[in-house]
């Protein structure tokens, strides 16, 4: 089976669910081109040609692959604040930085 990657209204891009390779159709092979969908003519079959697996003839709607946001909310941001703030420190260290620096 295939998923849709990509339409672009000249080419469409399909992934091949079980080897993950990314293959060009032509759309005149298709009936409906839309973002989120195509749908194949129903005398058009497609095959991965990597590894052979077709897409089956009672599945002609082939839907767009799901998009993932990566969730940041686990990472942390940078700290913009000098080093001595960013970390408990000594009353003497303090006293050395703000003589030295």
């Known amino acids: 089976m295939?998923?849709?990657?990509n339409s672009d209204g000249r080419f469409i891009l399909l992934r091949c669910?079980?080897?993950g390779e990314t293959?060009?159709?032509e759309r005149n092979q298709f009936k409906t081109l839309t973002p989120d969908y195509v749908i194949l003519?129903?005398?058009q079959k497609i095959?991965?040609?990597?590894?052979?697996?077709?897409?089956?003839?009672?599945?002609k709607f082939i839907s767009l692959e799901p998009q993932?946001?990566?969730d940041?909310?686990?990472?942390?941001?940078?700290?913009?604040?000098?080093f001595w703030a960013t970390r408990e420190i000594t009353s003497e260290e303090l006293m050395r930085t703000i003589i030295f620096d």
Request: glycine share 2%.
């Open 2 to 5: 295939f998923i849709l990657t």
């Open 17 to 19: 669910c079980e080897c």
């Open 23 to 25: 293959a060009v159709f």
């Open 41 to 43: 003519k129903d005398n």
């Open 47 to 59: 095959t991965c040609e990597k590894c052979g697996t077709p897409q089956p003839d009672s599945d």
């Open 68 to 70: 993932f946001v990566s």
């Open 72 to 82: 940041n909310s686990q990472t942390v941001p940078e700290s913009k604040l000098p």
